[in-house]
């Protein structure tokens, strides 16, 4: 096997990221016992994992500490600009042939084993698979952050959020009623607010997922904003980076100078809301030796069971229902991406994989 550090330790990189995340995870939960005691916890696994992906990396092996999971295709919104709808990983249609719980049992149990630490749960929308969300529950080692539009938070995904605290529901929110509302459609807005409302009142964590655009930047890395999320408990902001799936679109893809306009934004906001932690993705790619795709920092499972570079990278040559996870880890796609210099390429704005799609396309067939 091939390591995949050279001129840039991407290893100790994820090692330092993962460490902020946790550290800023005990630090939002101190006034909440029972998700402090949780995390005090997650630190000591979460420790254990990445020596686990050290001693790995020391056989000639990279493992990457985030699993990003297409648990179903199938979501009840049609929300502007869905990259999901637009590539059809995401339908109005009832599956067909996806994986089962058991499949995704099999897998969260691999990924325990070689050392993920962070499974992201999504969908289409992840609340449609009470199955998968049970078995991830089950595997107390991994944090999986559930990204849902909030839909479907009924009585039992209460009480299952509050029995398993691995699991934490990020709520997607695009800033104020009026631009939320008008992305995802009318209700949206007071369809969350709702799900964070009663997530306080239950001493619930939760966090929330933001798609930046350069329409909606400066309201979401507001003061304002931030500080009516933390009232209502929120713990965590994850903010999505726009990718253009159409060419009217591009003009809504932050480019270098609103990346930059964001980085400055969470770093004040990290220092003036020490209750919250703030991640970004997919990041200063900067600083990271280029896109941390295709299993450099993450890669992707879509809901059929293929291995996919990142879910804006819509390209597999493997399939985790033949395979192991550590396997697809080493595709031949995986493997000519992380040593080309695809990943490191610049590009206009959002994704560099989808940008490049022509590319990857090309690898695909080599």
Request: net charge negative; hydrophobic share 35%; glycine share 8%.
């Amino acid at each position: 096997m091939v390591s995949i550090m050279s001129e840039f330790n991407i290893q100790e990189y994820m090692t330092r990221g993962v460490e902020r995340v946790v550290a800023d995870a005990i630090r939002a939960t101190l006034k909440n016992p029972k998700e402090s005691a949780f995390m005090l916890k997650f630190a000591a696994v979460s420790k254990a994992a990445s020596k686990k992906r050290a001693k790995s990396e020391e056989q000639g092996e990279h493992i990457p500490p985030f699993l990003i999971a297409s648990i179903t295709s199938k979501c009840n919104l049609h929300c502007a600009g869905c990259y999901s709808r637009c590539t059809e990983a995401t339908t109005d249609t009832e599956p067909v042939s996806q994986l089962s719980g058991a499949d995704w049992a099999k897998i969260f149990d691999e990924a325990q084993e070689i050392g993920v630490s962070f499974i992201l749960l999504a969908g289409g929308e992840p609340l449609l698979r009470y199955d998968v969300i049970e078995e991830a529950g089950f595997r107390k080692d991994i944090l999986f952050p559930v990204f849902t539009n909030g839909s479907f938070m009924n009585e039992e995904y209460f009480n299952k959020f509050d029995q398993c605290r691995n699991l934490i529901p990020i709520f997607s929110i695009e800033g104020n009623e009026e631009i939320t509302d008008g992305r995802r459609g009318a209700g949206a807005y007071a369809t969350q607010i709702a799900n964070m409302d009663e997530m306080k009142k239950r001493g619930l964590i939760f966090g929330a997922s933001v798609t930046v655009t350069t329409e909606n930047l400066d309201e979401v890395t507001s003061d304002e904003f931030i500080s009516s999320l933390s009232e209502r408990g929120c713990k965590a902001v994850i903010y999505v980076e726009y990718v253009p799936v159409t060419e009217e679109n591009s003009h809504l893809a932050p480019g270098d100078q609103e990346r930059d306009a964001m980085n400055a934004g969470i770093s004040r906001l990290r220092e003036g809301h020490q209750e919250m932690m703030f991640v970004s993705f997919p990041g200063d790619e900067k600083s990271s030796g280029g896109c941390i795709a295709a299993g450099r920092g993450f890669f992707h499972i879509n809901s059929h069971g293929g291995a996919e570079p990142c879910p804006f990278s819509p390209y597999s040559d493997i399939n985790v229902r033949d395979t192991s996870l550590r396997e697809a880890l080493q595709s031949k796609l995986f493997r000519a991406l992380t040593a080309g210099d695809i990943l490191k390429d610049d590009h206009e704005g959002g994704c560099v994989l989808f940008e490049k799609k022509v590319a990857v396309e090309a690898l695909l067939q080599a």
